[in-house]
């Protein structure tokens, strides 16, 4: 188990495998965020703002 974890959400796939890369680059563990109820705007909003709270501040 590492220290360094990589936790992404992907619909189309393209982030799962960038996120894969990434973690086999920096010897990380992955984690996929799955979505269990169906995704709304409003998700999508919410998802962005998590996102750039977590990557930009």
């Keep these: 188990m590492s ?3 990589v ?3 992907s619909t189309t796939g ?3 495998r ?3 890369n ?3 680059s ?3 563990d992955l ?4 979505l269990t109820t169906g995704y709304t705007k409003a998700g999508s909003f ?3 703002v998590v996102c750039y709270n977590i990557f930009c501040m």
């Design 7 to 9: 936790a992404y959400f």
């Design 18 to 20: 960038v996120a894969e």
């Design 46 to 48: 919410i998802l962005q």
């Design 31 to 34: 984690f996929a965020i799955i």
């Design 26 to 28: 920096v010897g990380a």
């Design 3 to 5: 220290k360094k974890l």
């Design 22 to 24: 990434l973690a086999d």
């Design 14 to 16: 393209i982030t799962a």
